[in-house]
């Protein structure tokens, strides 16, 4: 009865290689985001999306896409991993209804790029 | 513009003290979400609750309450008889009535000392 669950967990990878995360929700909501939380605990949105549409975009490298293939799912896929992007990647989704405001995360990806 | 401020960094108490969490906000909207997330040391982030800027009620949920000042824009967090599994980083969040985007306060990282 998982609400918001992402894949992997961890992610340990080399530079310059390709990955992905993958989230889901099954709270039936509308908008679904991704933050990056890096080693100060600052937690900053990189993408939502609403029905499967780009809403937020903020400045990050176009090595960094998104893709929802349906209301449920958020993805993310990482090109040309740099060391940089190690962080926890956490995804959520927000409703559309009575409660539009509030945001609920997955368990984040520990992503470790050596 | 808006933002949130979490002027502690770090607290440690000991055992079943009270401890309480500071939230200093700044918006231009009359209409707003107040959240409070919690980060235990497993990473996740759990969502604790949601205030909208009408309701300045306060909260108790069991030993956990919350005062919401719209006269000094803060909304503290306190914990009564703290107790070691309270230990977490704390965060703070807004979102305002036009985008539902949060504002993430720095986090306040509690510790409860046996």
């Known amino acids: 009865d998982t609400a918001v669950s992402q894949t992997p967990k961890y992610l340990v990878t080399q530079m310059g290689n390709d990955k992905s995360i993958k989230c889901e929700q099954n709270?039936?909501?509308?908008?679904m985001y991704w933050y990056k939380q890096d080693s100060k605990k600052f937690l900053k949105i990189m993408f939502s999306?609403?029905?499967?549409?780009?809403?937020i975009n903020e400045t990050v490298p176009n090595r960094f896409s998104p893709k929802s293939p349906d209301k449920a799912h958020l993805n993310l896929h990482i090109n040309s991993l740099e060391l940089g992007d190690s962080a926890v990647y956490f995804c959520?989704?927000?409703?559309?209804?009575?409660?539009?405001?509030?945001?609920?995360f997955g368990p984040g990806t520990r992503l470790t790029v050596l | 513009a808006q933002k949130v401020t979490q002027a502690q960094t770090e607290i440690s108490v000991v055992e079943k003290e009270d401890v309480t969490l500071d939230c200093v906000y700044e918006?231009?909207?009359?209409?707003?979400?107040l959240f409070w997330y919690k980060q235990p040391p497993s990473g996740e982030l759990v969502f604790l609750i949601r205030r909208n800027s009408f309701d300045e009620q306060n909260e108790i949920s069991g030993r956990y309450s919350w005062n919401f000042q719209k006269s000094t824009s803060s909304f503290n967090f306190t914990i009564t008889a703290s107790q070691v599994v309270d230990s977490a980083v704390y965060f703070c969040?807004?979102?305002?009535?036009?985008?539902?985007?949060?504002?993430w306060g720095a986090g306040t990282k509690l510790i409860i000392k046996p």
């Open positions: 709270l039936g909501h509308d908008t």
């Open positions: 918006t231009r909207d009359t209409t707003y979400y």
């Open positions: 959520a989704s927000r409703s559309g209804g009575a409660e539009a405001d509030t945001q609920y």
């Open positions: 999306y609403n029905n499967k549409e780009l809403i």
């Open positions: 969040a807004l979102s305002e009535d036009s985008n539902y985007q949060l504002i």
